[in-house]
């Protein structure tokens, strides 16, 4: 699914590396837990995985697919149809609907769209999404900023997984809700990775869930490793 090879990453030219990293793989249908302290690039390294950063050196492929050889339009294109991605501050459409931003991901992508099911299409695969992530249907004609940030959160998973994208990124996916509702809210995300056969790679700093994921990834020990290759 995901395939590193030795990168180095820097935010300016001439400036110190932000990220140094030997090779990594994540296999189709793993899930990954990514952890480390704040500041340590974990983020930097999602928009790696998703195309949206580029490495100074090395290579990121997703699918097989190097991002680098893309243009920046299918590079976009490319992300819209094989990545779904939790954001840690949501970006939501704040004008859109609750069901309208869900299914936001099939405008862009013919994939994600032919993947809903044939008898309902999207909106029906949104709703199927918005109940499982427990959000009540009266909710689901509102505009997004009228929802709480839990809220907001689930709608914003429920996006990221609708059309079954093969690798899912979740930036701190459990960070809005109360500690009653990580466990379960991580139970689904799991599970609905599993179902679609999708990849998932998230990073949390709730090192409680790490052990429920097939590989952990400390990026200290990483980077410390990509050094020292």
């Known amino acids: 699914m995901i395939d590193i090879e030795p990168l180095r990453f820097a935010w300016t030219r001439g400036a110190a590396d932000t990220l140094v990293l030997g090779r990594l793989q994540v296999d189709r249908g793993q899930t990954v837990f990514l952890h480390g302290p704040s500041g340590c690039g974990k983020s930097t390294l999602l928009g790696l995985l998703a195309g949206v950063l580029s490495p100074s050196q090395g290579r990121v492929a997703l699918l097989g697919q190097d991002w680098a050889a893309l243009k920046a339009g299918q590079r976009d294109a490319f992300r819209a149809d094989h990545v779904g991605v939790i954001f840690q501050q949501f970006n939501l459409l704040p004008y859109l609907s609750v069901l309208d931003n869900v299914t936001l991901p099939c405008r862009f992508s013919v994939l994600r769209r032919e993947r809903c099911s044939p008898a309902g299409g999207p909106d029906s695969e ?3 999404w918005l109940q499982r992530m427990g959000l009540p249907e009266a909710l689901w004609s509102r505009r997004a900023d009228a929802l709480s940030v839990g809220q ?29 509702l990580r466990q379960g809210f991580m139970d689904l995300l799991l599970q609905a990775a599993r179902d679609a056969g999708s990849s998932l790679v998230c990073v949390s700093h ?3 869930q790490a052990q429920r994921f097939d590989v952990q990834w400390s990026l200290p020990a990483l980077q410390q490793a990509g050094v020292s290759a």
């Open 126 to 128: 949104a709703q199927s």
């Open 152 to 180: 907001q959160q689930r709608v914003a998973a429920a996006r990221a997984l609708i059309g079954q994208p093969e690798l899912i990124l979740a930036d701190e996916p459990t960070s809005a809700l109360d500690a009653a």
């Open 206 to 208: 709730d090192e409680q």
